[in-house]
């Protein structure tokens, strides 16, 4: 599976800081338990690789279509 395969599995995800200085991203879902430590600087590079690929898919969903019209967004 990659980036552009739909799935339909479902899953929570949970982030915050540890009792040991680290940042954790938890995912938990139907047979997943995986928690994921990253040191501050390497959740920084995580959350700006997050904010660029948002405003990456946002301006695919505001470009014009053939057509003239927009495409609609899901959120």
């Known amino acids: 599976m990659g980036i552009n395969s739909e799935s339909t599995v479902g899953a929570?995800?949970?982030i915050g800081p540890t009792t040991s200085g680290m940042v954790r991203i938890y995912v938990a879902g139907n047979g997943v338990d995986l928690p994921l430590d990253f040191?501050?600087?390497d959740a920084r590079a995580i959350a700006d690789e997050l904010i660029a690929a948002a405003q990456i898919a946002q301006n695919l969903n505001n470009r014009p279509?053939?057509?003239?019209?927009?495409?609609?967004?899901?959120?």
């Open 12 to 14: 929570d995800l949970q």
């Open 39 to 41: 040191n501050p600087e």
């Open 65 to 75: 279509v053939p057509g003239g019209k927009k495409r609609r967004s899901s959120g």
